[in-house]
């Protein structure tokens, strides 16, 4: 009898403890955040009053899709991450470099589940705000905390501060992972469920976190004609944190660099054809690198053109990059222009210097203050400088590239890595899609779509233009670059995208200052092709002497 009663008391204890322990976790429980939309009119008619007709806006907010979503898989995750635990870890995250954020991992201050939490709960709390939202992220990894807590059991001595090991990286929504749809922020791709890019493959085998896809202009600006930069169907207006609604994002990686930029995650993967890495990573005042065609693969990602696509790195700071550069490459059998590096690019930064560096200053360009203070500071610095005036040259054909490209990449990626759920097959088939909705699926409208079908020049005379244009643009620098012995030349912003590209010239671009109004503005270096190694050492050495990059003021908190 007593032994029953022992139980049954042992039971009753039990169940007791358990419902206080139930109770308890219930009132830690966070409140959950829910994004509402709003009357854009207001904002709409600001944009209409500015001088660039590009940030004249027809919406703010996709129409396609509902914000609620991007994290909704990921709200059981957030219960439990309280505010108070959030701005613990913020003096660990915030700004800080991979090897520092490796490094207070290793001591303990936090782990890469919180890591990973930390991102997951700033983008909600600035995207779930009208007042804040940047419209930079598309989706959310579902299994990204999962996969945070497995590396968390990984013995923390032996891994590299300088890697991607547990950092939460963005992906420009047109390069394929399987854990998210592939959308080139297009309708059409809503539900391309895919495998993985060959570029995603090599960050998962250096065990990065792939936290979700940034917001893009839709089929990587290659759609309508004179559009603002950043829009896309699936994503809505992308918008820059350090002029919201008021300076351009830039395109056509604008979530990626808004995302570095405002602190989203650790590092950013965007792609470029023409200034599409250059320009979100100037105007968001990051560090981008357009490498030379064939460092890094484009297997599984939506192309314009196999000619002058590239994927690439975008950060916070120099030795990110090439920390991040380092993860990417990795040589492609599938894509018939990748190569073989095996540089070790961290190092190649660490040891950059502007001493006694030959550098082509343009000398139009001096008129403008932020790059002249930016090259006083690198004469300052022991570098030897050299003012050139290239003379401005028109490169005939080079939107025929595009347009042949696409026509035919385009139907190739489409057989090849998207899903049974996409039903166009081809730029034709696109183009009757959107005509069904115009008014949600290209409120801008598809002249460029349009152009591409139009275009009918042959095989033979794309490869003619492909070749006149890629002496022209490398006449172009190296008559400067061999009369010199240049180590490379200096532009703003991507002011000279379109000439690096054909070229295939690599160029990389690192803060360098803003206007008097507070826009942000980059400082790119250009060199030949495969000396991405002295590109990084120059910025590096130049992000140390100038460290003008600042922490948006309104996504501080």
């Known amino acids: ?33 829910v994004w509402q939309s709003y009357d854009e009119t207001n904002d709409l008619a600001a944009t209409q009053k500015l001088e660039k007709t590009r940030m004249h806006l027809k919406l703010v907010n996709s129409k396609v899709l509902d914000k609620n979503n991007i994290w ?29 954020i490796q490094q207070n991992i290793k001591e303990g201050k936090l782990t890469y589940e919180e890591l990973t939490l930390f991102y997951i709960y700033r983008i ?21 905390v999962e ?34 749809p592939t959308t080139a922020g297009a309708i059409a791709l809503q539900h391309n469920t895919t495998g993985d890019s060959f570029i995603t493959e090599r960050l998962l085998e250096k065990n990065a976190l792939i936290l979700g896809k940034a917001n893009l202009s839709e089929w990587a600006y290659f759609l309508c004609s004179g559009c603002p930069v950043g829009y896309s169907a699936i994503g809505g207006q992308t918008l820059n944190p350090y002029g919201r609604m008021i300076f351009e994002p830039g395109g056509s990686s604008s979530g990626s660099g808004v995302a570095v930029a405002a602190n989203f995650c650790v590092a950013a993967v965007g792609t470029e054809t023409s200034g599409s890495i250059l320009s979100p990573s100037s105007q968001n005042s990051v560090v981008g690198l357009k490498p030379t065609i064939g460092v890094l693969s484009r297997t599984g990602i939506v192309p314009i053109s196999s000619t002058l696509d590239t994927p690439g790195p975008m950060t ?56 002249y203070k930016a090259i006083e500071n690198i004469r300052k610095a022991g570098a030897e400088i050299i003012e050139v005036e290239p003379k401005q040259t028109v490169l005939p054909g080079f939107l025929t590239i595009l347009n042949i490209d696409m026509k035919n990449d385009l139907p ?6 998207s899903s049974s ?56 620098f190296d008559i400067h670059i061999k009369t010199y012995q240049l ?56 992000e140390q002497k100038t460290k003008e990059r600042k922490i948006p003021t309104a996504y501080t908190q």
């Open 316 to 371: 916070k700071n120099v030795i990110d990059n090439a920390i991040l550069l380092n993860a990417l490459i990795g040589e492609d059998k599938n894509d018939n222009v990748s190569v073989n590096i095996t540089i070790d690019f961290v190092e190649e930064a660490k040891g950059g210097t502007l001493k006694g560096k030959r550098l082509g200053v343009i000398k139009e360009f001096l008129e403008d203050s932020v790059y």
């Open 72 to 100: 909704k898989a990921l709200e059981h995750e957030l219960d439990y991450f309280s505010k108070e635990k959030y701005e613990t870890l913020k003096g660990f995250i915030l700004e800080k470099n991979i090897p520092t």
């Open 487 to 542: 180590d490379a030349i200096l532009s703003i912003n991507n002011y000279h995208a379109g000439y690096a590209a054909v070229a295939k010239y690599p160029a990389f671009t690192v803060p360098m200052g803003y206007t008097d109004k507070g826009e942000p503005k980059g400082l790119t270096f250009i060199a030949k092709p495969f000396s991405e190694a002295t590109l990084l050492q120059l910025g590096y050495a130049y």
């Open 147 to 180: 996969q945070a807590r497995a590396l968390d059991k990984v013995d923390k001595s032996s891994i590299n501060s300088y890697s991607v090991f547990g950092m939460p990286i963005l992906l420009k929504d047109n390069i394929n992972t399987k854990d998210m």
């Open 412 to 417: 190739r990626y489409l057989k090849t890595h």
């Open 124 to 144: 909600r709390k600035y995207e779930s705000d009208n007042r804040l939202s940047l419209n930079s992220v598309i989706s959310l990894n579902p299994n990204v």
């Open 1 to 33: 009898m007593r032994k029953s009663f022992f139980i049954l008391f042992s039971i009753l204890v039990f169940i007791s403890c358990k419902k206080q322990k139930e109770t308890e976790s219930q009132s830690q429980k966070q409140p959950r955040v």
């Open 421 to 476: 759920n996409v039903t166009v097959e081809s730029i034709k088939d696109v183009i009757s899609f959107n005509l069904k909705d115009s008014l949600i699926r290209i409120p801008y409208g598809q002249q460029l779509f349009e152009g591409i079908v139009k275009d009918s020049t042959t095989t033979q005379e794309l490869n003619k233009i492909k070749e006149n244009l890629k002496t022209i643009a490398r006449d172009y």
